[in-house]
Protein backbone atom coordinates (compact mmCIF):
# COMPACT_ATOMS: atom_id res chain seq x y z
CA UNK A 1 0.00 0.00 0.00
CA UNK A 2 2.62 2.61 0.79
CA UNK A 3 4.46 1.82 -2.41
CA UNK A 4 1.03 2.30 -4.19
CA UNK A 5 0.71 5.95 -2.50
CA UNK A 6 3.80 6.69 -3.39
CA UNK A 7 3.54 5.97 -7.20
CA UNK A 8 1.87 9.19 -8.69
CA UNK A 9 0.15 7.05 -11.67
CA UNK A 10 -1.10 4.40 -9.42
CA UNK A 11 -2.06 6.84 -6.51
CA UNK A 12 -3.91 8.84 -8.99
CA UNK A 13 -6.14 5.68 -10.63
CA UNK A 14 -7.14 4.49 -6.75
CA UNK A 15 -7.89 8.37 -6.25
CA UNK A 16 -9.93 8.14 -9.42
CA UNK A 17 -11.47 4.73 -8.58
CA UNK A 18 -12.75 5.51 -4.69
CA UNK A 19 -14.21 8.67 -5.93
CA UNK A 20 -15.73 6.51 -9.20
CA UNK A 21 -17.23 4.45 -6.43
CA UNK A 22 -18.39 5.99 -3.84
CA UNK A 23 -19.75 9.56 -5.79
CA UNK A 24 -23.37 7.85 -6.78
CA UNK A 25 -23.81 7.26 -2.74
CA UNK A 26 -23.01 10.69 -2.07
CA UNK A 27 -25.40 11.94 -4.75
CA UNK A 28 -27.97 9.36 -3.33
CA UNK A 29 -27.61 11.37 0.55
CA UNK A 30 -27.58 14.77 -1.36
CA UNK A 31 -31.38 14.02 -2.89
CA UNK A 32 -31.81 12.45 0.42
CA UNK A 33 -31.57 16.47 1.97
CA UNK A 34 -33.50 17.72 -1.60
CA UNK A 35 -36.51 15.95 -2.04
CA UNK A 36 -38.23 18.44 -3.99
CA UNK A 37 -36.68 17.51 -7.62
CA UNK A 38 -37.81 16.23 -10.62
CA UNK A 39 -37.39 12.34 -11.35
CA UNK A 40 -33.74 11.59 -13.01
CA UNK A 41 -33.00 15.65 -12.78
CA UNK A 42 -31.62 16.10 -9.87
CA UNK A 43 -28.89 17.04 -8.24
CA UNK A 44 -27.39 14.04 -6.89
CA UNK A 45 -27.63 12.87 -10.42
CA UNK A 46 -25.80 15.34 -11.79
CA UNK A 47 -23.02 15.10 -9.14
CA UNK A 48 -22.92 11.55 -10.22
CA UNK A 49 -21.72 11.91 -13.54
CA UNK A 50 -19.77 15.38 -13.58
CA UNK A 51 -17.85 14.42 -10.85
CA UNK A 52 -15.39 11.48 -12.26
CA UNK A 53 -14.28 13.36 -15.04
CA UNK A 54 -14.17 15.91 -12.91
CA UNK A 55 -11.78 14.03 -10.54
CA UNK A 56 -9.94 13.12 -13.90
CA UNK A 57 -9.30 16.89 -15.02
CA UNK A 58 -8.03 17.87 -11.62
CA UNK A 59 -5.49 14.72 -11.41
CA UNK A 60 -4.37 15.50 -14.89
CA UNK A 61 -3.69 19.39 -13.93
CA UNK A 62 -2.20 18.13 -10.89
CA UNK A 63 0.67 15.93 -13.25
CA UNK A 64 0.31 17.95 -15.95
CA UNK A 65 -0.18 14.65 -17.74
CA UNK A 66 -2.75 14.24 -20.67
CA UNK A 67 -1.15 11.30 -22.72
CA UNK A 68 -3.89 9.49 -23.97
CA UNK A 69 -6.87 12.19 -23.13
CA UNK A 70 -8.10 11.17 -26.24
CA UNK A 71 -9.39 14.93 -27.28
CA UNK A 72 -8.45 15.40 -30.42
CA UNK A 73 -10.95 13.85 -33.39
CA UNK A 74 -8.12 12.14 -35.41
CA UNK A 75 -11.04 12.03 -37.84
CA UNK A 76 -9.25 12.52 -41.05
CA UNK A 77 -7.75 8.64 -40.69
CA UNK A 78 -10.76 7.51 -38.90
CA UNK A 79 -13.83 8.14 -41.03
CA UNK A 80 -14.87 4.44 -41.18
CA UNK A 81 -14.45 3.67 -37.33
CA UNK A 82 -16.45 7.25 -37.01
CA UNK A 83 -18.84 5.57 -39.11
CA UNK A 84 -18.82 2.38 -37.33
CA UNK A 85 -19.18 3.83 -34.35
CA UNK A 86 -22.40 5.40 -35.52
CA UNK A 87 -23.90 2.39 -36.76
CA UNK A 88 -22.88 -0.34 -34.78
CA UNK A 89 -25.77 -0.94 -32.30
CA UNK A 90 -28.69 0.09 -34.16
CA UNK A 91 -27.82 -2.44 -36.90
CA UNK A 92 -27.21 -4.73 -34.34
CA UNK A 93 -30.68 -3.86 -32.88
CA UNK A 94 -32.28 -4.68 -36.66
CA UNK A 95 -30.79 -7.98 -37.40
CA UNK A 96 -31.68 -9.38 -33.79
CA UNK A 97 -34.79 -7.57 -34.23
CA UNK A 98 -35.89 -8.72 -37.23
CA UNK A 99 -34.30 -12.51 -36.30
CA UNK A 100 -36.80 -12.27 -33.23
CA UNK A 101 -39.87 -11.31 -35.36
CA UNK A 102 -39.39 -14.01 -37.29
CA UNK A 103 -39.84 -16.46 -34.61
CA UNK A 104 -43.17 -14.13 -33.36
CA UNK A 105 -41.09 -13.33 -30.26
CA UNK A 106 -41.04 -9.27 -30.52
CA UNK A 107 -44.10 -7.40 -29.94
CA UNK A 108 -44.14 -3.69 -31.67
CA UNK A 109 -46.36 -1.10 -29.80
CA UNK A 110 -47.02 2.54 -31.04
CA UNK A 111 -44.06 3.53 -33.30
CA UNK A 112 -44.47 6.88 -34.96
CA UNK A 113 -43.18 10.56 -35.74
CA UNK A 114 -43.58 11.24 -31.88
CA UNK A 115 -41.32 8.68 -30.98
CA UNK A 116 -38.74 9.33 -33.75
CA UNK A 117 -38.82 13.24 -32.39
CA UNK A 118 -38.59 11.63 -28.89
CA UNK A 119 -35.20 9.89 -30.03
CA UNK A 120 -33.39 12.82 -32.63
CA UNK A 121 -34.34 15.25 -29.57
CA UNK A 122 -32.37 12.79 -26.92
CA UNK A 123 -29.30 12.93 -28.92
CA UNK A 124 -27.80 16.35 -28.00
CA UNK A 125 -28.32 15.92 -24.10
CA UNK A 126 -27.20 12.03 -24.26
CA UNK A 127 -23.94 13.54 -26.07
CA UNK A 128 -23.21 16.19 -23.21
CA UNK A 129 -23.67 12.90 -20.80
CA UNK A 130 -21.19 10.59 -22.35
CA UNK A 131 -18.57 12.99 -22.53
CA UNK A 132 -18.70 13.47 -19.16
CA UNK A 133 -18.91 9.48 -18.49
CA UNK A 134 -16.66 8.19 -22.06
CA UNK A 135 -14.11 10.77 -21.01
CA UNK A 136 -13.81 9.70 -17.92
CA UNK A 137 -13.55 5.92 -18.30
CA UNK A 138 -10.96 5.81 -21.95
CA UNK A 139 -9.71 8.82 -21.64
CA UNK A 140 -8.08 8.84 -18.13
CA UNK A 141 -8.75 5.69 -16.60
CA UNK A 142 -8.09 3.56 -19.70
CA UNK A 143 -5.02 5.75 -20.22
CA UNK A 144 -3.72 5.60 -17.24
CA UNK A 145 -3.78 1.71 -16.70
CA UNK A 146 -2.09 1.82 -20.18
CA UNK A 147 0.49 3.96 -19.34
CA UNK A 148 0.78 1.40 -16.39
CA UNK A 149 1.59 -1.47 -18.88
CA UNK A 150 -1.64 -3.30 -17.68
CA UNK A 151 -2.28 -6.17 -20.25
CA UNK A 152 -5.67 -5.51 -22.21
CA UNK A 153 -7.51 -8.23 -19.76
CA UNK A 154 -6.82 -6.72 -16.82
CA UNK A 155 -7.69 -2.93 -18.28
CA UNK A 156 -11.22 -4.67 -19.68
CA UNK A 157 -11.25 -6.29 -16.48
CA UNK A 158 -10.38 -3.02 -14.13
CA UNK A 159 -12.26 -0.52 -16.58
CA UNK A 160 -15.24 -3.09 -16.81
CA UNK A 161 -15.83 -3.54 -13.33
CA UNK A 162 -15.52 -0.14 -11.83
CA UNK A 163 -17.56 1.45 -14.60
CA UNK A 164 -20.12 -0.86 -14.01
CA UNK A 165 -19.79 0.11 -9.89
CA UNK A 166 -20.25 3.22 -10.69
CA UNK A 167 -23.91 2.55 -12.40
CA UNK A 168 -24.71 0.79 -8.90
CA UNK A 169 -26.64 3.98 -7.75
CA UNK A 170 -27.94 4.95 -10.88
CA UNK A 171 -29.76 1.65 -10.96
CA UNK A 172 -30.41 0.90 -6.92
CA UNK A 173 -31.68 4.24 -6.38
CA UNK A 174 -32.20 7.17 -9.24
CA UNK A 175 -34.10 5.31 -12.15
CA UNK A 176 -37.62 5.28 -11.45
CA UNK A 177 -40.35 2.62 -10.08
CA UNK A 178 -41.95 1.84 -13.46
CA UNK A 179 -38.82 0.63 -15.63
CA UNK A 180 -38.99 -2.33 -13.52
CA UNK A 181 -41.51 -4.23 -14.82
CA UNK A 182 -39.74 -7.40 -15.80
CA UNK A 183 -36.76 -7.30 -13.58
CA UNK A 184 -35.73 -5.90 -10.07
CA UNK A 185 -33.42 -3.61 -8.84
CA UNK A 186 -31.32 -6.13 -8.19
CA UNK A 187 -31.96 -7.98 -11.10
CA UNK A 188 -30.97 -5.29 -13.34
CA UNK A 189 -27.83 -4.44 -11.44
CA UNK A 190 -26.71 -7.88 -11.50
CA UNK A 191 -27.19 -8.11 -15.41
CA UNK A 192 -25.36 -4.62 -15.87
CA UNK A 193 -22.21 -6.22 -14.10
CA UNK A 194 -21.74 -8.36 -16.99
CA UNK A 195 -23.16 -5.87 -19.94
CA UNK A 196 -21.16 -3.34 -19.04
CA UNK A 197 -18.23 -5.20 -19.16
CA UNK A 198 -18.76 -6.87 -21.71
CA UNK A 199 -19.58 -3.46 -23.96
CA UNK A 200 -16.30 -1.70 -22.65
CA UNK A 201 -14.27 -4.25 -24.37
CA UNK A 202 -15.67 -2.40 -27.55
CA UNK A 203 -15.73 1.01 -26.29
CA UNK A 204 -12.16 0.24 -25.26
CA UNK A 205 -10.80 -0.76 -28.48
CA UNK A 206 -12.60 1.85 -30.22
CA UNK A 207 -10.85 4.32 -28.53
CA UNK A 208 -7.47 2.78 -28.53
CA UNK A 209 -7.36 2.34 -32.39
CA UNK A 210 -8.68 5.64 -33.03
CA UNK A 211 -6.66 7.52 -30.38
CA UNK A 212 -9.56 9.15 -29.42
CA UNK A 213 -12.38 9.48 -27.46
CA UNK A 214 -15.20 11.49 -29.58
CA UNK A 215 -16.11 8.20 -31.59
CA UNK A 216 -16.95 6.53 -28.35
CA UNK A 217 -19.15 9.03 -27.28
CA UNK A 218 -20.87 8.97 -30.28
CA UNK A 219 -22.08 5.64 -30.35
CA UNK A 220 -22.22 5.36 -26.77
CA UNK A 221 -24.88 8.04 -27.79
CA UNK A 222 -26.47 6.13 -30.50
CA UNK A 223 -26.81 3.38 -28.25
CA UNK A 224 -28.48 5.37 -25.51
CA UNK A 225 -30.70 7.17 -28.46
CA UNK A 226 -31.96 3.98 -29.98
CA UNK A 227 -32.24 0.60 -28.58
CA UNK A 228 -32.06 1.73 -24.94
CA UNK A 229 -34.77 4.44 -25.80
CA UNK A 230 -36.98 2.39 -27.98
CA UNK A 231 -36.68 -1.15 -25.84
CA UNK A 232 -36.28 -0.27 -22.58
CA UNK A 233 -37.51 3.37 -21.87
CA UNK A 234 -40.09 4.05 -24.54
CA UNK A 235 -40.43 0.36 -24.81
CA UNK A 236 -42.04 0.78 -28.43
CA UNK A 237 -39.66 -2.96 -28.90
CA UNK A 238 -40.83 -6.08 -26.42
CA UNK A 239 -38.31 -9.38 -26.71
CA UNK A 240 -40.78 -12.10 -25.24
CA UNK A 241 -39.65 -15.75 -23.84
CA UNK A 242 -36.87 -16.90 -24.71
CA UNK A 243 -35.86 -14.03 -27.10
CA UNK A 244 -35.12 -11.55 -23.92
CA UNK A 245 -32.89 -13.69 -22.73
CA UNK A 246 -31.12 -14.73 -26.17
CA UNK A 247 -31.88 -11.73 -28.89
CA UNK A 248 -32.54 -8.53 -26.85
CA UNK A 249 -29.95 -6.24 -28.04
CA UNK A 250 -29.15 -4.25 -24.85
CA UNK A 251 -28.45 -7.73 -22.47
CA UNK A 252 -28.76 -10.49 -25.00
CA UNK A 253 -26.67 -13.53 -25.04
CA UNK A 254 -26.02 -13.50 -28.40
CA UNK A 255 -25.62 -9.81 -29.02
CA UNK A 256 -23.41 -9.74 -25.90
CA UNK A 257 -21.13 -12.23 -27.60
CA UNK A 258 -21.12 -10.33 -31.14
CA UNK A 259 -20.57 -6.83 -29.07
CA UNK A 260 -17.29 -9.17 -27.48
CA UNK A 261 -15.72 -10.98 -30.55
CA UNK A 262 -16.19 -7.33 -32.47
CA UNK A 263 -14.36 -5.69 -29.88
CA UNK A 264 -11.53 -8.32 -30.33
CA UNK A 265 -11.19 -8.19 -33.33
CA UNK A 266 -10.68 -4.26 -33.46
CA UNK A 267 -8.19 -5.24 -30.87
CA UNK A 268 -6.24 -7.47 -33.29
CA UNK A 269 -6.43 -4.80 -36.35
CA UNK A 270 -5.35 -2.30 -33.36
CA UNK A 271 -2.32 -4.86 -33.09
CA UNK A 272 -2.06 -5.35 -36.46
CA UNK A 273 -1.75 -1.67 -37.28
CA UNK A 274 0.54 -0.65 -34.32
CA UNK A 275 -1.83 2.00 -33.48
CA UNK A 276 -0.74 3.73 -30.77
CA UNK A 277 -2.88 6.09 -28.27
CA UNK A 278 -2.33 9.67 -29.27
CA UNK A 279 -2.64 12.82 -26.85
Known amino acids: MKDLWQNKLKRHVLIFTIVSLAIGWVGVLIDMVITDQPDEETLGMLVWILAPLLCAVILNFKSKDWWGFGHKLNLKTNIGWYLFAIFIFPVVFIVFGFIAYLFGALEIGTFNISVINLVIASLFGLFIKNIFEDFAWRGFLTAKLIKLKFSD ?16 AY ?16 GIFGISLIVIPIWGVLFTEIYRITGSVWPVVIMHMVEDAVPTMLIQVEQVFTFTGAAELWLNPLQGILPLIVYLLIGLWIRSMRIKLNRPVSI
Open 153 to 168: LWIYLFTGLVWALWHA
Open 171 to 186: YMVFLPDEIFIDFTRF
